[in-house]
């Protein structure tokens, strides 16, 4: 049966991965056809250096697809089925701050662990509020899928703003590129493979993993990553600092093996390490300067004014394309189909709060997210899980109430920080060069 096309709005339309989500969106255009295709950003200049591209894909391979270009907001979000959302509110050049700015301390500088993760999460509430109200103005129905960083502060920040509102999935590829690489890994393919996974964003691990028709292979793969080194699916293309950061999931499990941590608690573990690695001059935010983003513009500089593809590559994104591209499809035509989701807890992880926002095994489908319940986790992990949802939760407080003592509590609780007066000097130098975006006020 044909599939009924929808309209899609890419909000942040100007991010250096929009390329390779089209080109995945064409690839999979029978199973999640578009009817019409909205970039909007609020920097169409950005957007500009990838623009004949997209058009050129979407016109070779997807013709009667309407396409609109658009700073408007109005425009953008009054009449569409999905948001796809990958906003960068300050764009690479808050990144850098958030990056370099707690090096200084001689804390871990990251876009989303750490005080980066902080200053960013302050600036992505408001420009997420900001969407969502204005989506909302307009239709109760639109799918707002959000892959805006960092996810485990958004997710938080949404859910208690719009707390009814299951049309708001907030959405990370890292469980997912871990899966496919475990799939190669274990040659087997990826589609078969279903997991089971406990923690909160960014922050956790890997329980059980087998393959549709029963088979168990979490204990050989573990016994794989205790022994050889984790490569990512895609290793050829990384940088160093994403190998590195493979490598520490062994480092991790050699520490403790029940589990298969996620890449991100390396920040969390070997905080001290990390920062000894780190240049302060130049971190992960120039480094994708100089990489992913110039390799892709590179390419759509070669579609500029023309009307045929001909040589031209097609970019693809075997993990962020394709996850987003099938979780709209799981969604618009009730498939649900198995993702690790995030989700308001309500006793799937029975022994962690009820509101938190945890990520786990779940469906998605016509009525959104349905976490598959996870049990009790055991101390280790519950003590660790605690203290992170307590940093979160008092983020989004300071960012609704403005409150600095708040916005310090936060930074000390985080396990990158823990003492008062770095959390105090960060948060200082943050919020200065942060004052755009967000600001907070001191009380007593
Ligand atoms: C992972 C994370 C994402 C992050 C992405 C890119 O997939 O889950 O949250 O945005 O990596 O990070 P990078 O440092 O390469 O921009
Ligand atoms: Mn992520």
Request: glycine share 6%.
């Amino acid at each position: 049966m044909k599939r009924t096309p929808h309209t899609i709005t890419i909000s942040g339309a100007g991010s250096c991965r929009t390329p390779a989500l089209i080109g995945t969106l064409m690839q999979m255009k029978d199973r999640f056809p578009v009817k019409k295709v909205i970039f909007f950003d609020k920097d169409l200049n950005r957007f500009g250096k990838i623009e004949d591209y997209c058009r050129l894909l979407l016109h070779t391979f997807s013709p009667e697809t309407e396409v609109v270009v658009t700073g408007d907001m109005d425009e953008a979000y009054c009449a569409c089925d999905f948001v796809f959302c990958q906003m960068r509110v300050g764009q690479n050049t808050m990144r850098s701050y958030d990056e370099k700015i707690p090096l200084k301390y001689g804390l871990v500088g990251q876009e989303t662990c750490g005080p980066g993760g902080f200053a960013y999460g302050m600036r992505s509430i408001g420009g997420m509020k900001e969407m969502v109200d204005c989506v909302r103005k307009y239709s109760k129905e639109t799918w707002i899928l959000n892959y805006t960083n960092p996810a485990a502060i958004v997710g938080l920040a949404l859910d208690r703003l719009y707390p009814d509102d299951h049309r708001l999935i907030n959405m990370c590829d890292q469980p997912y590129s871990m899966m496919v690489s475990f799939a190669k890994i274990l040659n087997v393919d990826v589609k078969t493979l279903r997991a089971r996974y406990f923690g909160l964003n960014h922050f956790g691990w890997f329980t059980a993993l087998y393959d549709t028709e029963g088979h168990d292979y979490f204990d050989t793969l573990r016994d794989y990553l205790m022994n050889h080194d984790f490569k990512p699916y895609n290793a050829e293309q990384r940088t160093k600092s994403w190998l590195d950061t493979y490598l520490r999931v062994n480092k991790m499990m050699n520490c403790v093996s029940e589990y298969i941590p996620t890449t991100y608690l390396q920040y969390y573990f070997y905080a001290d390490e990390i920062v000894k690695e780190s240049d302060p001059q130049f971190t992960r935010a120039d480094e994708t300067i100089l990489t992913r983003e110039k390799e892709v513009w590179d390419v759509c500089a070669l579609a500029r004014g023309k009307n045929e593809l001909g040589e031209i590559p097609v970019l693809t994104s075997p993990v962020f394309g394709s996850m987003m591209v099938e979780v709209a499809e799981s969604i618009a035509y009730d498939l649900n189909q198995e993702f690790i989701v995030m989700t308001r807890n309500t006793g799937l992880i029975d022994n962690f709060p009820a509101e938190a926002v945890v990520e786990v095994a779940g469906t998605l489908g016509k009525d959104g997210v349905r976490g598959i319940p996870y049990g009790p986790v055991k101390t280790f992990y519950k003590g660790l899980m605690e203290n992170q949802y307590a940093y979160e939760e008092l983020t989004c407080e300071a960012w609704m109430e403005k409150d600095y003592t708040k916005a310090l509590q936060a930074l000390t609780l985080n396990r990158t920080v823990n003492d008062f007066d770095k959390a105090k000097a960060v948060l200082d130098d943050l919020m200065e060069v942060n004052q755009d975006y967000w600001t907070l006020e001191k009380r007593d």
